[in-house]
């Protein structure tokens, strides 16, 4: 039951264009009149409106509409909504109770201001058909047109429920429904008054809530209890029996007439009776048909759309469209925002739309149909789909052979008689069979039977993937059974096969015009088969290969559809059609060409719609961008999957279908033909820094605008989504913008101006409304921002400059004529002069001293002749300086010259001319600047002084004499050069003070130094005195200073002037000569030899020293003057004479004699004996050394050397002897290799068939291993043998890696690891090769013996060998033993002391006096780790040397 | 008498003993490998373990009677023939009590080494043919199940069916049926031979529950 404060709203939209079309019926004469043209219209209209133009396909379900619901919760809109309208403009308005009312342009809700005095709650709206709105709230009435109200005034009464009709003349007719109006329930609105009309008028009812025109003048009026017929002031009342007892209560609701022309009655409660029904005979009758029964639904609205078909809205029950008998429903369970629906209205593009307790929803017509299960197919799982000539539409499901007769959908499943589940390929061929292939079998389907074909050999076929019909009549089947294989078919039975090793194994078949069949393979190729023949093709496709489907034009060519978009195969050339062609998208899945030559593809992203002509330009040109129209999502389409089997199918009415993998989707061209509406934009407002201003022209906008944003709309309803629009400003923007879908253009900064805003928009199908919406506004300048503001700055900033510019060259004379001032009485010449010399301008002291101006003498250019002719400069220097000006010239470089001048009077004075350029930022020379300085005075003085002192200061050094002056305390006044000199100051650090001299002063010297000087001024007497002087540096001076006072007229000493004269050389000479004398004599005497020296003449000794005394027992006195004979050996006379005659012819003579001593005894000596000549005299020099000790050594020594080689004798013996093990061993290896080696060698040659080859091997064996024996042997007897100590050049590498051939064993059996580090390139050693050998073997046999006691550890020796800076070569043997202590280490060396229990303890002292005798060193260091290192070193070959610097 | 599946490793640190002996076991009609250490011995030795082991006794590092040693620990049976370069008594009698076949000084008799060769070689393929039988066996026992294992070893045991039946808490007749299944899967022709199997097994019989 409906709640009473429900509102309904009933409306009858009549279209206006009806009456204005070629008959005008004009007749508002009276009311009576205005009735009749009233109910004309609305017939014709019904009429006309009933012709298919463009409205909802009746012949589609409900479900297959889109519907689209905006709901309250989604946040949409604030509550329910009750009534609604669509002007003119196209806007559609809601009105709710207490909500208002909004305007929507398919994108928003925009709450509606009412006007001014409207109360809060407008409770309907009516859009009339001459461009206004009636708003209709709780008891007024507003009429609004263009933003203003035209029309506004009360009437009680309104507040309930509304019925509203128009009249042709814009005029309503409305009921009023609330319980308070007494007896005029329908009034008749115009723009001045409400008329309405009660009992008194005939209408016995009251009040009322629908209200319909009869098409003849009168109306029907629904009441709460019965439906009244009033026309002319005569009513005829129909009381309605159910509703008897309704007084008071909502009774009929709704009253529309159907397209039969019935008159529909819809009453707001269900029951017997009552609900929906129809209004024939003068009965009210419940619609009731074997589906529906009318009396169970309360109704709120009824509308009769387009086609004729009945929208019923009801309470609680959602809503229902009637059509004939057919009966469709449509609530909450199908998406609906509620069941209770309270409005319905079909809006100008075919939409209808309903509003709920809950929200608004809309239904439209999609351009692709979708047919789903929800359309009663089997299952959403359509694989294929089969257009027949009889109009029949096959679908392959999943389950079910679906098909589609006339718009009814129905199913043949397995209980009525499908052989199987899965339905695959389907073919009707040329005389109207249906081939069906189900699950494993091909089947003939006629008059509702299926029958299977028989299969070879019983074997069922396989799921038939791709079936065709050749021109032949013969049918292919591509079969996936267990073997993929393809049958031929004819008279029902299976004639041949082919196996995928003869056919390539497919998928799509499709018959070639020219004969034969075509198979898309599973590898992505195409295959012609025809006759017997195959013809491969690759296509080479990206993404799945299996091409979906495959037509053969009749020119040969083919068209595939593949996920690389449309692949076209001409004369053996494969091309495609990508995105690259303007594709949306390359994945196509099927496509078909319809009666009209129009292309139909189905792709990922929907169908694409092609002219032939296009596909004709791309078969020209593969690169060809082809045009093309998209139906995508929102028109439908949804290509989610891939259809296995047959994928599009074009029907006989000219429709294509296509199978999706989930749905059948159908496009009807002739209704894609018909476009959107077009599109008119619309501008909404203008918001300015945030303050939103109504679109009102010529608006004016404050000045400077920050952020401007300009709303605009248009209002669409089809698809919103694909408004698109363009806006430009003008003179702001040189072009259109392209917004896309934003509704809102933005500005920032926008200078002031008067500006122009146009925007336009394009329906959803792309088409562009070029009318514009138009907005004209301005913006006001600022202050600054006008023409008189600027011009004032741009004056005040010139007047400030020129101000300036006075002021400083009022500055800039002032100070020029200081500055000429001060110039001109500098008492030096200066002048100014151009870059080369042009434009002189000088001082006046020129003036003065030339007696005439520059000017006269030509330009003072070193290029000017007259200049050079003026005699201004001295004629001799004139050429100096002219080359010097020309070279300052050239180079830019300022210089100095000293040059005479002319005076006024003729005389030439000496000038220093200076010449400065003055350069500008680039370096270039502006001009020159110059001074002539007069210098003839300084420079005469300067001549004279000079000559002066140089000749005093070269007597002074001539005579190493310097004077000097000082005052009476000695301080110095004067010092000559060579006083300085002399005393060792720097005179250019200028007169020392008068402590610096005295403190130089030789300590000793001082006193008489200071009373010599007191002499000369206290005793006012010239005095002498000599001393010495102490440099710092330790240099000592011997000086003779004469000082002589000077006395002024009183007689005092004013100061005291000298010389100092350095004696230094003289002194040094006199006391050389003396040391000289007793320095040679202690030499001579102190001399370990005898010294004689003999007159040669007289052969007498002449001087002897003490050594010569001591030695023979003799006085120096007893000595001289005697004959050398006397100790000589009597027997050595002649050797003494022949010395002499040797020592004579100038030989210096080595010799030994015996000298015999005073007490008679001899000794032997050695002589040196030389002759020197002095004064004239020869005499011979005779050094005589004892040598009886030294020859007792040499034969000491020889003893030892021969023990020591025995020594080493018996060390190396017995080392060996240690090493007897080893050695054996070393002679066993390669002993048992040859006995080896010898048996093999027997029993390769014994035997039947000798193997000589192995017993040459094996022969050569035993060579090779006795060899090495033998070296062994010969190795140790080295050791042995008593060498005579020949040295030779050896490799110290060799002699290492000998010795270690003889105690690896030894070595081995101590599981010592012996490792080498030969370095590359060792000098070569001059040596005993046995006693170095020794040395090694030494060291070795220590260090393995050192490490046999150690556990736990590697044992471990390393031997290096190396150079070592400068010409040494250093052996290491370095082992992991135990190691040494420091007592120990300090005493190894020591003949016959021992660490081992056996040794001799002469080993390393043997090595130590061999590797010594060899110049070199051994020592012993201790490792870093454990251990011992022995070193020895050993000078490089001295030849080798030699030769290698 | 040419063998070609005998195998014999040569271990010696000498170049002309490792080529002499090489060279004379070849002739003697032997395959040789040879080694220069006893480390490279037991990195590079093959899959194939050979025959015999004709080891140096100072070999540098592991020494041949450390390999000895070395290969008795990880159970590799190959008869050793020691060679030596200096007699050395303690050591050989050290190597012949470890199981060497002979011990032998350098240089030495062909005729002795190839006859010291032979008897290891036939000492391995005896050792060898144990090994398969025992493995045979081995596995023969591994294929009874727990409870036949069970039977089997009251079996050789000596107890009677009615005994074992107690004993095992099961009936006779499923005794019968274990014992039948027993001597079929270990292939025995008679009770004897069981044991004669149970033996060489390491089988005991267990003690029964009512003696402890």
Redo the contacts between chains.
């Keep these: 039951m409906p709640q009473p404060n429900l509102h309904v709203i009933a409306i009858v939209d009549d279209d206006p264009s009806a009456c204005a079309g070629p008959q005008p019926l004009v007749l508002r004469l009276n009311q009576r009149r205005t009735l009749i043209a009233a109910a004309l219209c609305s017939f014709l209209y019904l009429l006309l409106a009933a012709a298919p133009v463009r409205a909802l396909d009746p012949n589609k379900r409900l479900t297959q509409y889109v519907h689209t619901s905006w709901r309250i919760q989604d946040g949409s809109l604030p509550a329910g909504m009750f009534s609604i309208t669509q002007t003119s403009d196209g806007f559609l308005w809601f009105s709710g109770i207490a909500q208002g009312v909004y305007r929507f342009d398919g994108v928003r809700f925009l709450p509606w201001v009412p006007p001014t005095k409207m109360g809060f709650h407008i409770y309907s709206v009516f859009a009339d058909h001459v461009g206004g709105l009636w708003a209709l709230g709780d008891h007024e009435i507003a009429h609004v047109k263009d933003g203003a109200v035209i029309a506004y005034f009360d009437l009680e009464g309104l507040g309930g429920r509304v019925g509203i009709s128009q009249d042709p003349d814009g005029s309503l007719w409305i009921t009023r429904a609330s319980n308070r109006v007494a007896d005029a329930p329908l009034c008749h609105i115009t723009d001045r008054a409400a008329k309405c009309f009660g009992k008194s008028d005939g209408i016995p009812i009251s009040p009322a809530d629908a209200v319909l025109p009869d098409g003849e003048g009168g109306f029907w009026v629904g009441g709460q209890t019965a439906l009244v017929h009033w026309r002319a002031g005569v009513s005829q009342v129909y009381p309605i029996e159910g509703l008897k007892s309704n007084a008071g209560d909502v009774g009929i609701t709704s009253l529309v007439r159907g397209a039969d022309g019935s008159l529909w009655v819809g009453i707001a409660a269900a029951g017997p009776g009552l609900g929906l029904g129809q209004f024939r005979n003068g009965a009210f009758r419940p619609f009731v048909t074997a589906e529906f029964d009318g009396t169970k639904v309360a109704v709120y609205d009824m509308i009769v759309d387009g086609d004729g078909s009945l929208w019923v809205s009801s309470v609680g029950k959602g809503i229902f469209r009637i059509r004939g008998n057919v009966v469709e429903h449509y609530g909450r369970a199908d998406g609906l925002s509620s069941d209770t629906v309270t409005a319905l209205f079909e809006d100008k593009e075919r939409i209808v739309w309903a509003t709920t307790t809950n929200g608004i929803d809309s239904f439209r017509d999609p351009r692709i149909t979708t047919f789903s299960a929800l359309e009663g197919l089997g299952k959403d799982a359509v694989t294929g789909v089969l257009a027949s000539k009889d109009g029949t539409i096959w679908i392959a499901n999943s389950g079910s052979l679906d098909h589609i007769v006339n718009a009814s959908v129905s199913s043949i499943r397995s209980e009525n008689g499908l052989p199987g589940h899965q339905v695959a390929s389907l073919l009707e061929d040329r005389v109207g069979n249906l081939w069906v292939g189900v699950d494993d079998g091909l089947y003939l389907f006629k008059d509702g039977r299926f029958r299977r074909l028989p299969e070879p050999d019983h074997q069922p076929l396989g799921l038939v993937v791709g079936v065709a019909e050749d021109i032949d009549g013969d049918i292919w089947a591509e079969c996936a059974g267990r073997t993929r294989k393809l049958v031929r078919i004819r008279d029902f039975r299976v004639v041949e096969e082919f196996v995928s090793s003869q056919v390539p194994p497919g998928h799509t078949l499709a018959p070639d015009p020219q004969g034969g069949i075509w198979i898309g393979t599973l590898k992505g190729d195409l295959v012609r088969f025809r006759q017997g023949g195959l013809e491969n093709f690759s296509l080479q496709t990206k993404g799945d290969p299996v091409s979906r489907q495959i037509i053969v034009n009749a020119d040969g060519s083919v068209l595939a559809a593949s996920d690389d978009g449309l692949v076209g195969l001409r004369q053996g050339k494969v091309q495609r059609m990508t995105t690259k062609n303007g594709l949306p998208c390359d994945s196509v899945i099927s496509f078909t060409e319809d009666n009209a030559k129009q292309w139909w593809l189905y792709t990922g992203c929907g169908v694409v719609e092609l002219a032939n002509s296009e596909i004709q330009r791309w078969w020209a040109n593969p690169e060809a961008v082809v045009q093309n129209h998209v139906y995508d999502v929102l028109d439908g389409a949804r290509p989610q999957g891939r259809p296995s089997f047959n994928s599009a199918a074009l029907s006989l009415d000219g429709r294509i279908w296509f199978a999706s993998g989930f749905v059948l989707q159908m496009v009807e061209p002739s209704r894609l033909s018909q476009k959107a509406a077009s599109a008119q934009a619309y501008v909404e407002s203008v918001v300015v820094d945030h303050k939103e201003f109504r679109a009102t022209d010529n608006l004016k906008l404050s000045r400077h605008p920050r952020d401007l944003q300009i709303d605009y709309t248009s209002p669409s309803f089809l698809i919103p989504q694909r408004v698109r629009f363009r806006y430009r400003l003008d003179p702001y923007d040189r072009d259109w913008h392209d917004a896309g879908t934003r509704r809102q253009a933005f500005y920032t900064d926008l200078p002031p101006g008067k500006y122009s805003f146009r925007v336009i928009a394009s329906n959803s199908d792309g088409v562009w409304n070029e009318t514009a919406a138009k907005l004209n506004f301005s913006v006001a300048p600022a202050y600054y921002q006008t023409n008189w503001f600027r011009a004032l700055c741009v004056a005040l900033f010139l007047a400030l400059l020129w101000g300036a510019y006075l002021l400083r060259v009022r500055r800039l004379q002032r100070d020029f004529k200081k500055l000429r001032d001060v110039i001109d009485t500098i008492p030096t010449i200066v002048f100014e002069v151009g870059p080369r010399g042009s434009g002189a301008v000088a001082n006046r002291r020129w003036l003065e001293y030339t007696g005439s101006p520059l000017r006269q003498y030509g330009r003072f250019s070193p290029e000017d002749q007259a200049w050079r002719d003026s005699t201004c400069i001295h004629p001799n220097d004139i050429d100096v300086y002219v080359k010097c000006w020309e070279r300052a010239i050239a180079t830019g470089q300022p210089f100095e010259l000293e040059t005479r001048v002319r005076r006024a009077d003729g005389e030439y004075r000496w000038f220093l001319a200076r010449h400065v350029p003055l350069h500008n930022m680039h370096g270039k020379i502006l001009k020159w600047f110059g001074t002539f300085t007069d210098i003839e005075d300084r420079k005469r003085a300067e001549e004279a002084l000079r000559r002066s002192e140089a000749y005093l200061a070269d007597a002074h050094m001539l005579a190493h004499t310097g004077a000097w002056a000082s005052d009476s305390t000695t301080a110095p006044l004067y010092w000559s050069e060579e006083v300085f000199r002399i005393f060792g100051f720097d005179p250019q650090c200028g007169l020392p003070a008068r402590e610096e001299p005295l403190r130089r002063i030789y300590p000793e010297d001082f006193d008489k130094f200071k009373q010599a000087f007191d002499r000369a001024i206290h005793g006012k007497l010239d005095s002498q005195v000599e001393f010495r002087i102490l440099w710092p540096d330790g240099t000592l001076k011997h000086i003779q200073a004469i000082a002589h006072p000077v006395l002024n007229a009183n007689g005092e000493v004013v100061e005291v002037v000298g010389t100092t004269v350095d004696i230094t050389e003289r002194k040094r000479a006199e006391e050389e000569l003396h040391e000289g004398e007793t320095r040679f004599r202690t030499f001579v005497d102190h001399a370990g030899d005898a010294l004689f020296v003999y007159d040669l003449e007289q052969r007498t000794v002449v001087d002897v020293n003490r050594s010569a005394c001591e030695s023979l027992g003799y006085t120096r006195e007893e000595l001289i003057g005697k004959s050398p004979l006397g100790f000589h050996m009597d027997s050595y006379k002649v050797e003494m004479d022949s010395i002499v005659g040797r020592a004579a012819a100038g030989e210096t003579v080595f010799d030994t004699h015996w000298h015999r001593r005073k007490d008679g005894s001899t000794f032997p000596v050695e002589v040196h004996a030389s002759m020197v000549s002095y004064r004239g005299g020869r005499f011979l020099l005779m050094v005589a050394r004892n040598i009886t000790d030294r020859l007792r050594a040499d034969e000491q020594r020889d003893k030892l050397r021969q023990l020591e080689a025995d020594l080493a004798h018996i060390n190396r013996v017995s080392m060996l002897g240690e090493l007897t ?1 080893s050695i ?2 070393e002679v ?10 010898g ?3 027997l ?2 040659l014994a035997g039947d068939r000798p ?1 000589l080859e ?1 017993a040459r ?2 022969a050569q ?1 035993i060579v ?2 006795g060899k ?1 024996a033998a070296e062994v042997v010969t190795r140790v007897r080295a050791l042995t043998k008593r060498t005579a100590g020949s040295r030779e050049k050896l490799d110290l590498n060799v002699i290492i890696g000998e010795v270690i051939a003889i105690v690896g ?1 030894e070595a ?2 101590n599981s010592v ?1 012996i490792r080498t580090q030969f370095a590359d390139g060792i000098f070569p050693v001059l040596g005993d090769r046995v006693q170095l050998q020794q040395v090694v073997l030494n060291l070795v046999m220590n260090g393995i013996e050192a490490m046999s006691s150690v556990e736990g550890r590697e044992r471990e020796m390393m031997i290096a060998a190396g150079n070592t800076d400068p010409d040494q070569v250093q052996v290491t043997v370095q082992d992991s033993g135990a190691g040494l202590d420091q007592d120990k280490m300090s005493k190894i060396f020591d003949p016959f002391y021992t660490t081992k229990a056996h040794g001799m303890g002469m080993g390393l002292s043997i090595s130590r006096s061999i590797v010594q005798a060899h110049g070199g060193r051994l020592w012993a260091a201790a490792n870093q780790g454990p251990g011992t290192s022995f070193h020895f070193t050993l000078p490089r070959h001295e030849a080798e040397s030699n030769a290698a610097a | 008498m040419p063998q070609p599946d005998v195998v014999i490793a040569i271990v010696d640190d ?1 170049p ?2 490792r ?3 090489s ?2 076991l ?3 009609g032997l395959r040789v490998e040879t080694f220069a250490s006893a480390q490279e011995f037991l990195v590079r030795r093959g899959s194939e373990a050979p025959s015999c082991l004709v080891l140096d006794l ?1 070999l ?1 590092g592991l020494s041949g009677l450390d390999l000895q040693k070395r290969m008795a620990e990880v159970e590799l049976e190959i008869p050793i023939v020691f ?1 030596t ?2 007699g050395n008594i303690p050591a050989s009698v050290q190597a012949m009590k470890a199981g060497a076949v002979e011990f032998l000084t ?3 008799d ?1 005729q002795k080494l190839l006859n010291a060769i032979h008897e290891a070689v036939e000492r391995d393929r005896h050792i060898r043919q144990q090994n398969a039988e025992m493995r045979e066996l081995r596995d023969r026992y591994e294929s009874l199940t727990a409870r036949e294992q069970e039977v089997m070893q009251q079996v050789v045991s000596g107890l009677l069916n009615k005994q074992i039946a107690g004993e095992l808490k099961i009936t006779e007749f499923t005794v019968k049926i274990h014992r039948g299944r027993v001597m079929r899967k270990m292939h025995a022709d008679s009770l004897a031979d069981l044991v004669r199997m149970a033996e060489n097994l390491g089988i005991h019989s267990p003690k029964r529950s009512a003696r402890t």
Aim: hydrophobic share 30%.
């Design positions: 093990a054996a061993h066993n290896q390669p002993l048992s290799g040859v006995v080896s080696n048996s093999a060698c029993r390769w193997n192995e091997e094996a064996r090779r291993d090495r064993d081995k059996k690891t | 000498d002309s003993v080529e002499g002996l060279s004379l070849r002739s003697a100072q540098p060679l370069g200096h350098k240089p030495f062909d």
